[in-house]
């Protein structure tokens, strides 16, 4: 019965660290040599919208030769290809050179940092990606991507199967009847298909397995089941509030943070995260002893602060400078306001010390700041300036439904946007609820869990939500902002006609130019270059 299996206590199960599905499709193409009979297609400005349509699933690099962390994911990105090809699953991986002959395509795609990837449906674009650039991980994520985004379960072994079929928490609707909680959880599963498995059940027989006939389940993965926490989380609730459940279930009391699911954790704050040497195959014993105190800490201090663990890549993204080469356990905390504070790699891991550091986090005693800031702005307009010491006061006022650009003062688009933005500012000025708000990331640290790889990034952050902003992907037109915003809040808000001064504004010209001026950051992992040929 599917109830005895989850209530198992489990301390820690070493098999995800064993191969598994994806691991042996890669075996498929283990001969790989790069740059031989590659299976990636080549398209440019003639070619990508004709091609393109041909292709129901189609997974796009768009790339500039010059940038160092494209030329890294090239051969990552043409085993992949290979790996899909060899076993016939139908996507296609498809290359366009942003610096030549696909500028303008590119361009057209909103592709102005590189290497970015999207995920194409019949030459109409769905979604970006943003995950590990792995052959691994390019595989897993097109095979998510395929099928149906919320598998219909039919029999109990199929449901116990399905609850243990994942490294990641799995959700599982229950649902007697079309409600509109059913209908959010199918808006839910697909537009988060690519990091979690979703499932289905209507069968009354497995609904009473379940215990719920309007709600939704979620499932701890196996390895992670302990018997500091129950394997189980179910949601009943509003609908709206959905999301936030789906998110909030993937932290578990210890859960392990990687870049894909960095910001599930990093908007339960305070937060210690852990970084080492996880293995809990090779490494089986000390991961254990690290996670077991971390259990122990967590059941006494969460959720006043939360916990979880990292591999050694999360300790550069999380302290980038020489202490991640220390292969030993580094602790680092990000502070209720996002800022980091990394704690000196002397100090030695123990239980004792470990329970210090978070004794010292609730006591205050932890400074963790901004590494820059410009000093605060006199509001003279519209749009607010925010800096990184008033952000938290500004942007993540609960009572505010909160906008906020983060822009670089050299950015043809983020210029683009100045008059409309400013226009949106108008419109939104008889609705004291509402902040328009934009910070010049250049200048200022971005606090966690917000992130600005490219320019200009934009996200929401709706009133009384503040640890979990929301971010804007859509068209940056007045339309585009007003339809976003109103969509992700649940009051009406309130725009009216802009003022004069902004009807007739006349929008910067971005220049094509040529040539490499772009600059490139970050690690080969999640690095990106920027397209800096679109400046002005």
């Not at 509003?238 to 932290?251: G, M």
Request: some cysteine; proline content about 6%.
């Amino acid at each position: 019965m599917l109830l005895r299996l989850v209530c198992v206590v489990v301390l820690v199960i070493s098999n995800v660290a064993a191969k598994d599905d994806i691991d042996r499709l890669l075996d498929t193409v283990e001969g790989f040599i790069y740059g031989i009979d590659s299976k990636v297609v080549e398209l440019d400005d003639d070619t990508f919208k004709k091609e393109m349509v041909n292709y129901p699933t189609a997974f796009v690099e768009f790339v500039a030769p010059w940038c160092p962390h494209c030329k890294r994911l090239t051969p990552d990105f043409e085993r992949a290809a290979k790996v899909v090809h060899t076993n016939d699953i139908p996507v296609t991986f498809v290359k366009v050179n942003c610096d030549g002959p696909g500028y303008h395509t590119c361009h057209d795609a909103n592709a102005d940092i590189y290497p970015t990837l999207k995920l194409y449906r019949s030459g109409v674009e769905e979604r970006r990606y943003y995950g590990e650039r792995t052959p691994k991980d390019l595989v897993r994520y097109v095979l998510n991507m395929l099928g149906d985004h919320a598998k219909l379960i039919s029999t109990e072994e199929e449901l116990n199967k399905f609850t243990v079929s994942d490294p990641q928490y799995m959700f599982v609707g229950a649902f007697a009847e079309d409600t509109p909680l059913k209908k959010e959880f199918l808006k839910q599963a697909e537009a988060l298909r690519e990091f979690n498995k979703f499932a289905i059940v209507t069968d009354p027989g497995l609904l009473q397995t379940l215990g719920q006939t309007n709600g939704v389940v979620g499932f701890q993965p196996e390895f992670l089941r302990s018997k500091w926490e129950a394997p189980t989380k179910a949601f009943t609730g509003d609908p709206f509030n959905l999301n936030d459940f789906i998110q909030s279930a993937k932290v578990d009391l210890v859960g392990i943070i990687t870049r894909k699911n960095a910001k599930d954790f990093e908007v339960a704050r305070p937060l210690l995260i852990t970084t080492f040497d996880i293995d809990f195959e090779v490494n089986r014993k000390h991961t254990n002893y690290v996670r077991n105190r971390l259990l122990k800490l967590a059941a006494e201090y969460a959720p006043r602060v939360s916990f979880c663990m990292g591999n050694l890549n999360m300790t550069r993204y999380y302290a980038p400078d020489d202490r991640y080469n220390d292969t030993g356990v580094l602790m680092t905390v990000i502070s209720e306001e996002g800022w980091e504070y990394t704690v000196p790699k002397e100090l030695e891991f123990t239980y004792d010390n470990a329970k210090k550091v978070v004794e010292d986090v609730l006591a205050g005693n932890i400074e963790a700041k901004p590494y820059k800031t410009e000093e605060p702005p006199v509001q003279k307009k519209r749009v607010k300036r925010v800096v990184s010491t008033t952000f938290h006061d500004i942007v993540l006022d609960e009572t505010k439904h909160s906008l906020i650009e983060f822009y670089s003062p050299y950015c043809g688009h983020c210029k683009a946007l100045i008059p409309i933005y400013n226009e949106l500012a108008s419109r939104a000025r008889n609705d004291p609820n509402i902040v328009i708000a934009k910070m010049d990331a250049t200048a200022n640290s971005v606090p966690r869990p917000f992130e600005s790889r490219g320019f200009p990034t934009i996200y929401l952050v709706p009133k009384g939500k503040s640890v979990r902003p929301i971010k804007f992907e859509g068209s940056r037109t007045i339309e585009g902002f007003i339809e976003f915003m109103q969509e992700n809040t649940k009051e009406e808000l309130v725009f009216v006609e802009p003022e004069e001064k902004y009807l007739k504004k006349d929008q910067p010209k971005e220049e094509e130019g040529e040539g490499n001026t772009g600059s490139c950051s970050g690690d080969s992992a999640a690095g990106q270059c920027s397209a800096g040929k679109q400046e002005l």
